[in-house]
């Protein structure tokens, strides 16, 4: 009979853990809209190098930016080279982008009580817990064939909610008089870089855009226009 208690036990943890999680989800995603970009006359050909391509993370706000570049730049992108050699690719661009990122992650003092006495109510697996990735990229901006540059700076804010297994499994709190979640709140309250891929993930069709259409921006006056001339 004990072994059978015990089975059943484990299969109800078992099925309790397996749906207590909650997708990743940007909730201020919105304050990052980017309108369509003014077409171009005229398209220019960039090269780009960043400091970050050899970090994992990191580099994929770069290819995010790229993207951007490559598919929504109103015309005025030609060709994107990147990672740009100076040596390899001398006379191939017009213009060189040096992308720096620097990202910054935390969690929210609100998670301690998501998780206690949230636990009561299954919390972590209705809202998630809050987390904040403060994203600074700078962008350096030189035209090729002048003397022409500017540098760029675009901060970036991004809310954002999750819950993963490695923290909802101290919702059993009524184990032990609910003493896991408790303590398991304090912990909870730092950032859970186990959600940085999905983060990454998520945020990129909204990260990559908005960068982009501070570049657009730049481009014309580091190019010698005041801005981007309408068809």
Known sequence: MTKVKLFLLLTLITVFTSGCSHALRITNKDNFFTPPPIPARESIKIGIMSGNS???????????????????????????????????????????????????????????????????????????????????????????????????????????????????????????????????????TQYDPDVTDDFITKVSPTYGPFVTSKILEAIPEVNGNKKPESQ
């Open 54 to 188: 050899a970090n994992k993370d990191d580099s994929r706000y770069v290819l995010a930016i790229i993207q951007s570049l490559q598919n929504q730049s109103g015309g005025m992108i030609e060709k994107v080279i990147y990672p740009f050699n100076p040596a390899v690719h001398q006379g191939q661009a017009d213009m060189l982008l040096d992308i720096s990122i620097a990202p910054k992650y935390s969690g929210k003092t609100s998670n301690f009580f998501v998780n206690w006495p949230g636990f009561l109510i299954w919390a972590p697996a209705i809202w998630g817990y809050g987390y904040q990735a403060d994203i600074n990229t700078t962008i350096n901006i030189q035209n090729l064939k002048t003397t022409n540059a500017k540098q760029i700076t675009v901060p970036t804010t991004f809310e954002f909610r999750e819950a993963e297994i490695d923290r909802t499994w101290t919702e059993l709190g009524w184990l032990e008089v609910s003493l896991i979640p408790f303590f398991g709140g304090f912990a909870f």
